[in-house]
């Protein structure tokens, strides 16, 4: 069975510090790696994705992930943090061998805090 | 803003009721998708529409349905709601196409969240 697993309910960065929140997956075949991020009272966000090709994917307002096949992870980076980084981030898979459904497997979920 | 409508925002419903959640995908996609959020079973897919046909089905309940119009636009209908239908119900959209693997990413809409009393 597809699974996502993002083994911290939350983090906490100082502004200006690095910060990563962590996923891994597990699913039959090549995943399809997605993070989305999630603001109060707002939809999901698409951040950025992990098709094939490079394992350092970079995506929007300065996150990157870096896609680990031997640990089966894809975690999200972002070398300084903002205070408004802070909110909720999901990691989400799509497996390769799911049809022709792009239907997405969520992580639980991790709460970034970033303090000033 | 992701292009991605739904309406209401806001729905208090009593259990028992029935009710109707919309949701219009961003111009040119084909694909919909359905999610609920709840506190207990976080984000989980309900089921997914591809012009006008349903391609793929998640965890949804029988009492649940769903559709899509000839103009894309869906409907995810909620009927004798319980109490822990409570949740937010997102809508998302994405550019898929017929046959093919998707791997493109979906565009979430603000979502309704549904009160059952």
């Known amino acids: 069975a597809q699974s996502v697993a993002q083994p911290e309910d939350q983090v906490n960065v100082a502004e200006g510090n690095p910060l990563t929140v962590k996923c891994t997956y597990s699913?039959?075949?090549?995943?399809?790696l997605f993070w989305y991020v999630q603001y109060p009272n707002r939809g999901l966000q698409f951040l950025l994705k992990?098709?094939?090709?490079?394992?350092l994917v970079k995506g929007s307002y300065g996150f990157e992930a870096e896609f680990n096949k031997s640990q089966t992870s894809f975690h999200l980076k972002k070398p300084s943090a903002l205070v408004s980084d802070s909110a909720l981030y999901f990691c989400?898979?799509?497996?390769?061998?799911?049809?022709?459904?792009?239907?997405?497997?969520f992580g639980q979920g991790t709460t970034l805090e970033v303090k000033p | 803003d992701s292009g991605v409508t739904q309406t209401p925002k806001h729905l208090i419903t009593a259990t028992g009721q029935r009710v109707t959640l919309r949701c219009s995908p961003r111009?040119?996609?084909?694909?919909v998708y359905w999610y609920q959020q709840s506190l207990d079973q976080g984000l989980q897919f309900l089921i997914q529409?591809?012009?006008?046909?349903?391609?793929a089905k998640g965890n949804i309940l029988e009492r649940f349905s769903a559709q899509q119009f000839p103009d894309l636009h869906s409907e995810l209908n909620l009927s004798s709601l319980e109490l822990g239908d409570s949740a937010l119900y997102f809508c998302?959209?994405?550019?898929?196409?017929?046959?093919?693997?998707?791997?493109?990413?979906?565009?979430f809409g603000p979502g309704t969240r549904l009160t059952v009393l």
């Open positions: 998302a959209s994405s550019v898929d196409s017929s046959g093919a693997l998707s791997y493109n990413e979906q565009f």
């Open positions: 699913v039959s075949g090549n995943p399809y």
């Open positions: 992990y098709i094939t090709g490079d394992n």
């Open positions: 989400a898979v799509r497996a390769h061998f799911s049809g022709n459904t792009g239907k997405l497997i």
């Open positions: 111009s040119g996609d084909l694909s």
């Open positions: 529409y591809y012009n006008g046909e349903e391609r």
